[in-house]
């Protein structure tokens, strides 16, 4: 069990300080009654993607590199255990989605579950809301990917599988370490990597597009694992791979620094080195075109050996343009929706 520990939250003028030990940090489930969209756009040029869907606000995960923390200082909570422990969840994500849809002002462009929480953290296998979201996908035929590090993701397999037979969906995996050591450091309440690709060969073998993000690369820490985890992916049947630079913004850094120090003490000062290096002298870089970007030779390093092990094992050879995807969504008609 972690002990309560929050980076001050920069939109609150008061902050606790625990007498003593801090308690520990108890989950804690908030449900919201959303009536506003359930759909987030993105205009950031350098996210590959413009639509995304997040059931669920916070991750039980715990990854301490999460650029996502921040977010919950916007409902008041802090971004460190909060974000792992107070999880906010949208119950009427699919109600709301449906609504979306039938708007004519939505064209079908593809969906990306999920971009600040996954989409299969523990707490789905009760809520299903990941699940119901998908099946209004379903049907409308509505384009989807998913990005999860969850094995839960297993349990809708035939519901996928289907939903790329009808219209279009892919699964990446985000697996970013081999070492079972690094993994609980860093990822401390997330699947290791072995339950990751066994969940990633069993959707490969049912038919389903599965690819590999290697993210973060957290400079001086898992760029030797750039191989292996290909490796590892192309035997799960992966056929697309991407990295992405470690992002540490807001309240992110103090609280990865500190579990970094805490979890890897001997591998600290030179991540912070080398993670400043490739950032030209500083820990973060928040302007949009250079926020994932590296710079220097080490970094060059990093993405040639990546570049060279991606085309050895075939990854990345089906490139998609968006005149060529499939034109699937199309809305129910009452008649329809009552059959169904």
Partial sequence: MQSINNPPNPWLTHQHEWIGEPPDAKLEVFEETATRSIITSNNSPDIPFDYSINCYRGCTHGCTYCFSRPTHEYLGFGAGTDFERKIVAKVRAHELLREELMKKSWKGDPLVFSFTSDPYIPLEANY??????????????????????????????????????????????????????????????????????????????????????????????????????????????????FIGLLRLPGSVRPYFLERLEEKLPLKAKKIVNRVMEVKGGVLNKSEFGERFRGEGPFWDMVKKSFEIHTRRLGFNQKKYELSERRQTFRRPTAQQSLFD
């Avoid at 349990?155 to 990446?172: F, M």
């Avoid at 050591?181 to 060969?201: C, Y």
């Fill in 128 to 241: 299903q809301l990941t699940r119901k979201c998908l099946e209004v996908c379903l049907e409308f035929r509505n384009p989807v990917s998913l990005i999860t590090k969850s094995a839960l993701i297993r349990r809708d397999l035939q519901l996928i599988k289907q939903l790329s037979e009808e219209a279009t969906a892919n699964v990446y995996f985000t697996i970013p370490f081999l070492d079972h050591d690094v993994n609980r450091a860093l990822e401390p309440f997330a699947p290791f990597p072995e339950a990751r690709f066994a969940a990633m060969k069993e959707f490969a073998d049912a038919g389903i597009e599965v690819g590999l993000a290697i993210a973060p690369i957290i400079p001086g820490l898992n760029e030797s694992d750039i191989p292996g985890l290909l490796e590892r992916a192309k035997e799960a049947g992966a056929k697309s791979a």
